[in-house]
């Protein structure tokens, strides 16, 4: 891999600006399609001239702009050695945390990534079928590092024990009211992108407009414990993600589901499973053995893949398999009027 200065006619547009090339077959989307909280999620925006996001860095807010080139949306076939040499994305930053957004730039796009392991033939051989089949089909994905603890965890935390929609409702309405504008981008700056707040303007928000955003009592106070060591969560990116797993739990309200979820994101974590999701156990049981199971079966079906549980996890879920649905769902509650 290697990082070299975009074009002039890009640079000249930005506050700094960088040309990554992975080196392998890459994919932008199916890198970064995890992060955003939903199509609404204000600190995202895809749009024909790149992915735009925004975000708070050590040094000041940053807004980046993200093109693949080099085949479709810079996707390149495995068999292509050609097209994956001349795949690369180019990067373009603005506002006072550029530098930084910059520096992070490659763990951010999966850089740091190694399926090799896992796409080595012995080990290959012992993956269930439709998993092999999934990465045949997905030769691209990777598993992107945000380094961004907090920006991980307060949405996160937003979806313990209740529906997504609930969830990405209730962020977008925080967002919205509470969120910063986006260092502009020039003429091209993509109207409406936001900037999660920080861990100081999270503590301000009041309890009413917790409630209005449908969050109730028991996340927000979690939200507010966690927010009162961000430093020390912030301090967690450079832990092996193990580690900072167990340490995000010692905050009460932070349980294995929550880390799981945070550290897949801002470590790229290859083996963390959400123990806990309302419906990822009884997906992996219907997928590997046609039948449900619990937590203590989903870890026992993954255990023979350890190390990479959750790369086994995402392939399941690209391999286009649904289980069936029986019997009640969770119900969308909401008490924002009440």
């Known amino acids: 891999m290697t990082i070299a200065d975009a074009p002039a006619r890009l640079a000249a547009a930005a506050d700094a600006s960088l040309r990554w ?14 992060l955003p909280r939903g199509y609404g999620d204000p600190s995202y925006s895809s749009r024909p001239d790149g992915l735009w996001t925004a975000f708070t860095t050590p040094d000041g ?11 479709q949306d810079g996707l390149t076939p495995a068999s292509s050695p050609a097209s994956a ?39 290959h051989a012992t993956l269930p079928r439709m998993v092999q089949d999934a990465r045949r089909r997905n030769p691209l994905v990777r598993l992107p590092s945000t380094g961004r603890m907090i920006d991980s965890l307060v949405p996160t935390i937003l979806e313990q024990k209740v529906t997504v929609i609930e969830a990405r409702r209730g962020y977008r309405y925080l967002m919205y009211r509470f969120g910063s504008p986006a260092p502009v981008a020039g003429a091209a700056s993509p109207a409406g992108l936001l900037v999660q707040p920080t861990p100081a303007e999270w503590l301000r928000i009041p309890s009413w407009e917790w409630h209005q955003a449908g969050v109730g009592p028991q996340r927000s106070a979690t939200v507010m414990r966690a927010l009162r060591s961000a430093v020390a969560l912030e301090r967690l990116a450079a832990l092996p993600a193990a580690e900072a797993a167990a340490k995000m739990q010692t905050i009460p ?80 509650q909401d008490h924002r009027r009440h």
């Open 21 to 34: 090339h992975p080196g392998r077959p890459y994919s932008l989307d199916q890198t970064l399609g995890i």
């Open 61 to 71: 807010p940053v807004t980046l702009r993200l093109t693949a080139a080099g085949g």
């Open 85 to 123: 040499a001349e795949c690369h994305v180019d990067v373009q930053a603005w506002g006072p945390g550029s530098a930084a957004a910059l520096e992070a730039v490659p763990r951010l796009l999966g850089g740091t990534d190694d399926w090799s392991a896992f796409d080595e033939p012995v080990f």
């Open 253 to 332: 309200g932070i349980g294995v589901w929550t880390a799981a979820e945070v550290v897949q994101r801002t470590h790229g974590c290859p083996d963390s499973i959400a123990v806990g999701d309302y419906h990822l156990a009884a997906y992996v049981g219907a997928a590997l053995t046609g039948r449900r199971t619990d937590d203590a079966g989903m870890l026992a079906l993954l255990e023979p893949w350890k190390g990479h549980r959750q790369r086994v996890v995402r392939m399941l879920g690209l391999s286009g398999f649904r289980k069936p649905t029986f019997g009640p769902r969770m119900t969308i």
